[in-house]
């Protein structure tokens, strides 16, 4: 018998066994995939052919003379010999005990990607990926878990190759990085080889000091292999999917008819306009992306350079990212001495469009047109008030055409990201290594804003000492940071055969510090005139941690798995005597079936038991020296006249001596199984998370200390969820291939304490500020409830359904409607969300699509509550602005000051997104021996399906505010490999 | 390791670093003025004092003036912001935010006096190494914070009644602040005055915007004249001594045109002033005081540049009330009727329409010299007063007909027709006689929107009775007497909360 075996591409296999069953027989494939199996008596046999890392082929053939048969291997779906990196090391995907999950890059999210996360939406179960919007690189809220603080972060820790980065984003929800809309915009998705996202506290206390929600490990591209030249482009065109449904011009002129005065309907115009068709844009994107890669000897190698040049579906919006990465990964000494070098360079020129023309656009006059036909404002049609110093109507909306293309508003951010590693495995002691790693982010994040002085925005804002005007704008600002950090461990792995047992060992110190340094600069007007200064010329926040950390892992028999860390951790936002925290862990795994009872199974093909337990620590208040009261010297525009002479004051502020770490215990019970040769694979993981001395942000009581609310360690929370995944391999033959996985979270959580004493009375501390009412908040954290549930007032039906003006229901019975009347209803949390991936290989063809769901999850439509009402239309300032339609159908007033705050704007924004169709062929070899070309075309959010009202019911804060509408995507892409 | 997490902050300074030198002192020392004018240290907004609420609700006179006038026949506003209704409703709860506002920025500011006060102990002052006249001048600084430290305590008497209680003999964070009865926090508040008078400076003496001796005995007057309410024992013998202290030894005098008192230029009004709180369009920025007085009572067809402001907030209106305190309504031949009538209606069907109701012209961004306007469109120059000489007037007056020992009718009568000539532009004002209730009407005349109307009413009982009534008042268009409990605001829930030792107020 003789024949060829080859891969799933038709590439030749050398290396591969073909044996007939019940013999010895055999041959092993040379170097073009050729076996020959000689001597064979006539007859029927089974053959079987294996591979590392293939599905092994089972053949019936019957053997009559000379047999030619060839063979074409599956890959397995997923190798359990896998890989997996974990902190501070990598372990086999069958050696973990802790829950982590790992995705490659064959998983991940297609199309346009900007920011990496985005490469996991919906793929890992227990991760929810939302995008902050559909702005260019304006990145995603990532929450492992649901996350586990109050007023702390709730971002996971991103660590790439080795170098753990800022946590993304501040407290209120702006990039720590000035100049770009989120700080992981400036990592290009396309270097990325996998992420690992270490879910539960044994896997993540190793990380204890930032671990609390979850540890994300992406690892880049490295080279291996021959040389290979990679080219891959993509481009593609965006549309705004879906308008916010507001009053055409014609439906507005009736309205303002039915319901408002002569002089109300005298501010009528004829005009039809659709403002948000005249903010709206149809984007185009490209990407594009070069790499070569590959391995002499001693010295892997890969460099890449990608370019990508985004338009935002908001007028004047574009982004232009140029990235570049080296990746030397060389030996030495007979691999004694690894050394790793990454380093990754970004630059992004962007120019931000002015997100409140959204708000305008929803809330302009659509019977007002677009231009004047005057040159003042630029031309723009204003609101004009011929008794105002400036012309313009006080108070009233500006022409959000005018908002945007009158505002400049340009940055250019540089970052860098690196690291070396040195690995030395010791000549005496092979089994011990010590490793250091020394690395560094930096960036340098520059802008200017430029805004002209006919534009209606600033107009004539400032007066100058000679009574001059001067208006528009033209400030700049500029930031630099560095971040660097050491760290050394030794690690120590060695199999003890005699008593089945194989130990590791990790032992590490590890120094971080983050330093940024803000400029100030002055407020000027367009044309040069200085407004105000700023009283010093830059700030420089800082912040450490300096930690010191182990890890024992010990495996018995291949069957049971024993891992302990402990990580004790210094951070310098807190007091001296308040700084250190301890963090330990412990987990246990059974590779149930490895045990004889499961061994023969034909069905089962893995199980494994994993029990973990661990504490992780939070100090991410963003706050970094408040642990002791520091006076602030006041800005220029806050100076108080005593005398003669106005002073600049000082202020002393609010501090938390007591502030400590933030503990999180987290228990967790999984099981990892494989049916039928794996070809179904799963994970399924129970957990319960108690999160004690919550940072939180709590009043003070008065008098007690300069600031009525501080960030304190007051109250507990506890979260607990079921997450589900399986993987199946459908069909598996040679020239079809069809997989599904399905990913499903279960999470609940519960603040179970917010004060030092319980006290019934308190009702909670609001959150979740909203337009339309100064100050006004509409979630609050409370006691047996989720965190940030809505607190809203109880509407009043009429016998039709609809809502009756300004009727609340009493809920406390004083007979007076007030702020004692609000109540608990729904939170922005899903209860349960999926995803949902199948992918498709027919011969050259392939196709396949992402799905993700979420259900139970809430939304304040703060777009109907705001412009939704008579009051909001016929505004008493004297104009008339458009409104959602949903006044229509309420019929509101408005007139009441609690109707911003009733609970019929809390709507259920459960959905079904698919996230991305696509399809693609690959060409295979362009010419003889080498060049693969494939061509892949995609759309990204094809659908949404929801009852909700708004425009798009993902919204990660719960609050539907004019979201930045995340548009349709359609991209076209092609991949050369030379 | 431990030394390398030591990290200190770039431009902000320790107590230590502040107060070392008298340059320091006068900084923090002004910070303890600014914070009734200011709501945070980067003007007008960004870096606020209070948290929980928006940064310009935080505003000292502004929320005191919510408090004050908008449950009174004196005011009305249209806005829609939850829970500012409620004032002229009458429906407040321990929840509403504004009334969280005003008790926080009080406590707030007790809480810098305190500081300073400690910070300026004679221990700290030799310590640091300053004596002789450096050093005398911050024990006088150090009175004037006690004095600012007794006014906050008694805007908290007044609305509050009970509020938390501390001095700078209790140190921040380490023990929760008692609650102390508004019998005692009278008594604390009179003490102190009196305790200081010696350390305060002689009347008119003193840098412009800093209390003198007037000031303090201008607030004893005032606390005096309400003590029957606020301790069951009037005290009008008191108020009438230290009203005519303010009157005789002060050196004050009546401004000649009463509708110029409140313009962007009335810091050259020394004459008739005692205290005010002082604001500048480009260097004392916030969006409460003398811009949200400025700002606020402007909308329908009031032409914004003539107030000075590059366009008004279409909020704040008054009742007919108030208008019908002046013979003729508002083309009274009394000066003091700045209603602005043009396309507004006397009758309010709909508070949340600006044009229901008159709208006040007393507060404007314009110079008195030429009517030029101030240095910003978007923040007022106006400085405001909080004692000035026509109050004294009225105390007395009002003390003397309730039968306080000591008081003459006549010289009652006569500060009274000093007041009313100023508004007539001549004799045809003036009275004869006078009784303690024409002295209410007569206070409604003078000091309208000035943050007195709910003291006044509540002292002459008339606040939630049903014996008066103006339009909407209880939330009903003819007005409706409510519970007497609402004479006395409820303390925040937030504090209840924080604060163990804290009872809320009876009623909430």
């Keep these: 018998i003789k024949g060829k075996v080859s891969d799933e591409t038709n590439q030749p296999l050398p290396g591969a066994t073909v044996t007939i069953d019940g013999t010895t027989i055999g041959s092993t494939t040379d170097a073009n995939g050729n076996y020959a199996i000689n001597n064979v008596k006539h007859g029927s046999y089974t053959l079987s052919i294996k591979f590392i890392g293939y599905v092994t082929l089972k053949q019936a053939v019957t053997v009559n003379g000379a047999t030619a048969l060839n063979f074409s291997l599956v890959p397995e779906s997923k190798s359990l010999n896998e890989v997996v990196v974990i902190g501070y090391g990598t372990q086999r995907k069958k050696d973990l005990s802790g829950a982590i999950t790992n995705v490659t890059s064959k998983d991940f999210q297609k199309g346009v990607i900007t920011t990496p996360e985005q490469l996991i939406a919906g793929k890992v179960a227990g991760v929810s990926v939302i995008s902050n919007s559909g702005a260019p690189g304006s990145g995603s809220k990532i929450r492992i878990r649901g996350g586990a603080s109050l007023s702390a972060s709730n971002d996971p820790l991103i660590v790439i190759d080795g170098v753990p980065l800022d946590n993304a984003r501040n407290a209120d929800g702006t990039s720590k990085i000035s100049g770009v809309a989120d700080p992981l915009s400036l990592i290009n998705p396309n270097d990325i080889e996998s992420f690992s996202i270490l879910k539960d506290a044994s896997a993540t206390a190793i990380y204890g000091n930032r671990a609390s929600n979850g540890v994300i490990l992406i690892t880049t591209k490295k080279g291996k292999g021959k040389p290979t030249l990679d080219f891959s482009s993509q481009f593609s065109v965006s549309k705004l999917g879906k308008e916010v449904s507001v009053l055409t011009a014609d439906q507005l002129r009736a309205y303002v008819k039915a319901n408002g005065t002569t002089a109300q309907?005298?501010?009528?115009?004829?005009?039809?306009?659709?403002?948000?068709?005249?903010?709206?844009?149809?984007?185009?994107?490209?990407?594009?992306?070069?790499?070569?890669?590959?391995?002499?000897?001693?010295?892997?190698?890969?460099?890449?350079?990608?370019?990508?040049?985004?338009?935002?579906?908001?007028?004047?919006?574009?982004?232009?990212?140029f990235t570049g990465a080296i990746n030397l990964s060389p030996s030495f000494f007979t691999d004694h001495l690894k050394l790793n070098l990454n380093i990754k360079g970004a630059n992004v020129k962007q120019r931000f469009a002015n997100q409140d023309a959204i708000g305008a656009a929803v809330s302009f006059n659509p019977t007002l047109p677009v231009y004047s036909g005057s040159k003042r404002f630029g031309g723009y049609y204003e609101w004009l008030d011929p008794s105002s110093v400036n012309g313009l109507k006080s108070l009233a909306p500006l022409n959000p055409l005018g908002m945007l293309e009158q505002r400049d508003d340009k940055s250019n951010v540089y970052r860098s990201i690196g690291n070396l590693t040195i690995d030395y495995k010791f000549h005496f002691l092979p089994e011990l290594h010590a490793n250091v790693n020394l690395g560094y982010d930096v960036s340098n994040g520059r802008g200017n804003v430029f805004v002209s002085d006919s534009a209606a925005v600033g107009y004539k804002r400032f007066k100058d000492a000679n009574g001059v005007f001067h208006g528009g704008t033209k400030t700049q600002y500029k930031q630099l940071q560095s971040n660097k950090i050491f760290e050394g461990y030794l690690s120590y792995a060695k199999d003890f055969k005699s008593i089945k047992s194989h130990v590791d060992a990790v032992a590490g110190y590890s120094y971080q510090d983050f330093l940024t340094t803000n400029y100030n600069f002055p407020d000027i007007t367009a044309d040069g005139t200085i407004v105000s200064k700023p009283v010093y010329p830059f700030d420089k926040p800082e912040n450490r941690l300096i930690s010191v950390y182990g890890r024992l892992n010990y495996v018995f028999d291949d069957k049971y798995i024993l891992t302990g860390t402990v990580r004790r951790d210094g951070s310098s936002r807190f007091a001296p005597d308040r700084r250190y925290g301890t963090f330990p862990s412990a987990a246990f795994a059974w590779k149930m079936i490895n045990e004889d009872f499961l061994k023969g199974s034909k069905v089962l093909s893995d199980l494994k038991l994993r029990l973990g337990w661990g504490k992780t620590g939070q100090q991410d208040i963003g706050e970094n020296y408040s642990y002791i009261s520091y006076y602030n010297l006041s800005n220029n525009t806050a100076q108080y006249q005593l005398g003669d002479t106005f002073y600049n004051l000082y202020r002393p502020g609010g501090y938390y001596p007591n502030r400590t770490w933030e503990e999180t215990t987290s228990a967790n019970v999984g099981f990892d199984f494989g049916f039928i040769d794996n070809r179904i694979t799963g994970t399924v993981d129970y957990y319960h998370r108690k999160t004690k001395n919550l940072l939180n942000r709590i009043s003070q009581p008065a008098g007690s200390n300069f600031s009525n609310e501080i960030v304190a360690n007051i109250g507990d929370a506890t979260s607990s969820g079921v997450e589900f995944n399986i993987n199946a391999d459908v069909i598996r033959t040679s020239d079809l291939t069809w997989s599904i996985g399905l990913n499903a979270t279960y999470n609940q959580n519960k603040i179970t304490k917010l004060t030092i004493a319980p006290d019934p009375s308190y009702a909670g501390s609001p959150t979740g500020g909203i337009s339309g009412g100064t100050g006004q908040n509409i979630q609050i954290n409370s006691v047996n409830y989720p965190r940030y549930a809505f607190y809203v007032y109880q509407q009043v039906y009429d016998a039709n359904g609809k809502p009756l003006d300004g009727v609340f229901v009493d809920r406390n019975g004083d007979g007076v409607i007030n702020e004692q009347d609000l109540y608990h209803y729904k939170n922005p949390d899903p209860k349960g969300y999926f995803g949902l991936t199948s992918n498709v290989n027919y011969k050259k063809w392939s196709a396949g699509f992402t799905a993700r769901a979420s259900v139970g999850n809430y939304a304040y439509n703060n777009v109907f509550s705001n412009t939704g009402t008579q009051r909001s239309i016929i505004n008493p300032i004297g104009v008339i602005n458009n409104g959602s339609t949903n006044v229509l159908e309420s019929g509101l007033s408005g007139s009441s000051d609690k109707n911003v705050l009733s609970d019929y704007y809390i709507q259920n924004a459960s959905f079904i997104r698919m996230d991305n169709v696509n399809v693609g062929y690959n060409f295979g070899k362009l010419f003889k021996n080498s060049g693969a070309l494939r061509v892949s075309a995609n759309v990204q959010n094809v659908f949404v399906i929801t009852k909700y009202k708004g425009v798009d019911p993902e919204i990660g804060t719960g609050i539907d505010n004019n979201l930045y509408p995340r548009p349709r995507t359609y991209v076209l892409g092609f991949n050369l490999s030379l | 390791c431990n030394k390398k997490l030591d990290l200190i902050p770039t431009n902000d300074l320790t107590s230590a670093q502040v107060y070392n030198s008298p340059d320091g002192y006068k900084k923090a020392f002004a910070k303890v003025y600014a914070a009734f004018a200011l709501t945070g240290n980067s003007g007008p907004s960004g870096n606020g004092d209070v948290q929980g609420i928006d940064e310009g609700t935080s505003d000292f006179f502004r929320l005191m003036w919510c408090a004050q006038e908008l449950p009174t026949d004196e005011a009305v506003v249209g806005w829609g912001d939850p829970g500012l209704p409620d004032f002229h409703n009458m429906t407040w709860s321990s929840s509403n935010l504004f009334l969280k506002g005003i008790y926080y920025r009080a406590v707030y500011q007790i809480t810098l006096a305190n500081d300073f006060i400690r910070q300026s102990s004679d221990a700290n002052l030799s310590s640091r190494g300053i004596s002789g006249a450096d050093a005398d001048k911050i024990r006088v600084y150090a009175a004037e914070a006690r004095f600012l430290r007794a006014y906050q305590y008694s805007i908290l008497m007044d609305l509050f009644a009970n509020p938390p209680f501390v001095t700078e003999k209790d140190p921040l964070g380490s023990t929760l602040p008692k609650q102390i009865a508004r019998k005692d926090l009278f008594n604390y508040i009179e003490s102190e005055l009196k305790a200081i008078d010696g350390q305060l400076v002689k009347p008119k003496q003193n840098e412009y915007g800093r209390a003198d001796q007037a000031a303090e005995w201008a607030l004893l007057a005032r606390i005096y004249l309400n003590a029957e309410v606020y301790t069951g024992t009037a005290r009008y013998g008191d108020a009438i001594t230290y009203s005519k202290m303010v009157i005789d030894k002060g050196g004050y005098k009546l401004i000649g045109d009463y509708t110029k008192l409140m313009r962007a230029d009335n810091n050259l009004n020394t004459d008739e002033f005692i205290l005010t709180i002082n604001y500048d369009g480009l260097r004392t920025q916030s969006y409460g005081?003398?811009?949200?007085?400025?700002?606020?009572?402007?909308?329908?067809?009031?032409?914004?540049?003539?107030?000075?402001?590059?366009?008004?907030?279409?909020?704040?209106?008054?009742?007919?009330?108030?208008?019908?305190?002046?013979?003729?309504?508002?083309?009274?031949?009394?000066?003091?009727?700045?209603?602005?009538?043009?396309?507004?209606?006397?009758?309010?069907?709909?508070?949340?329409?600006?044009?229901?109701?008159?709208?006040?012209?007393?507060?404007?961004?314009?110079?008195?010299?030429?009517?030029?306007?101030?240095?910003?469109?978007?923040?007022?120059?106006?400085?405001?007063?909080?004692?000035?000489?026509?109050?004294?007037?009225?105390?007395?007056?009002?003390?003397?007909?309730?039968?306080?020992?000591?008081?003459?009718?006549?010289?009652?009568?006569?500060?009274?027709?000093?007041?009313?000539?100023?508004?007539?532009?001549?004799?045809?004002?003036?009275?004869?006689?006078?009784?303690?209730?024409?002295?209410?009407?007569?206070?409604g005349r003078e000091l309208y929107w000035e943050g007195f109307r709910r003291t006044d009413l509540i002292r002459y009982k008339k606040f939630v009775e049903d014996s008066y009534l103006w339009p909407f008042k209880g939330g009903v268009k003819a007005g409706k007497g409510v519970e007497s409990y609402r004479t006395i605001y409820p303390l925040p829930t937030s504090d209840v909360a924080a604060n163990p030792n804290l009872k809320q107020n009876t009623g909430y």
């Design chain 2, 289 to 443: 005081g003398a811009t949200f007085m400025t700002h606020a009572p402007v909308g329908g067809s009031m032409p914004a540049a003539q107030f000075g402001i590059s366009g008004g907030w279409a909020g704040l209106r008054t009742t007919k009330a108030l208008v019908n305190l002046f013979p003729g309504g508002a083309s009274s031949a009394d000066k003091r009727a700045q209603f602005y009538t043009a396309g507004q209606n006397l009758e309010i069907t709909d508070i949340s329409t600006f044009t229901d109701g008159y709208a006040i012209s007393k507060f404007k961004n314009v110079k008195i010299a030429d009517g030029s306007q101030g240095s910003s469109l978007d923040y007022a120059d106006m400085d405001l007063p909080i004692f000035r000489l026509a109050e004294q007037y009225l105390i007395y007056a009002e003390a003397t007909t309730r039968g306080g020992t000591g008081g003459d009718l006549s010289t009652a009568i006569g500060y009274i027709n000093k007041l009313r000539e100023r508004a007539y532009g001549n004799a045809n004002g003036d009275v004869t006689s006078i009784t303690t209730d024409q002295i209410l009407d007569e206070r």
């Design chain 1, 265 to 321: 309907q005298a501010l009528l115009g004829n005009a039809n306009t659709d403002w948000q068709k005249e903010i709206y844009q149809t984007a185009l994107t490209t990407d594009n992306n070069i790499s070569v890669s590959g391995a002499t000897k001693v010295l892997p190698y890969r460099v890449s350079a990608g370019y990508l040049n985004q338009e935002g579906i908001l007028k004047t919006g574009s982004l232009r990212r």
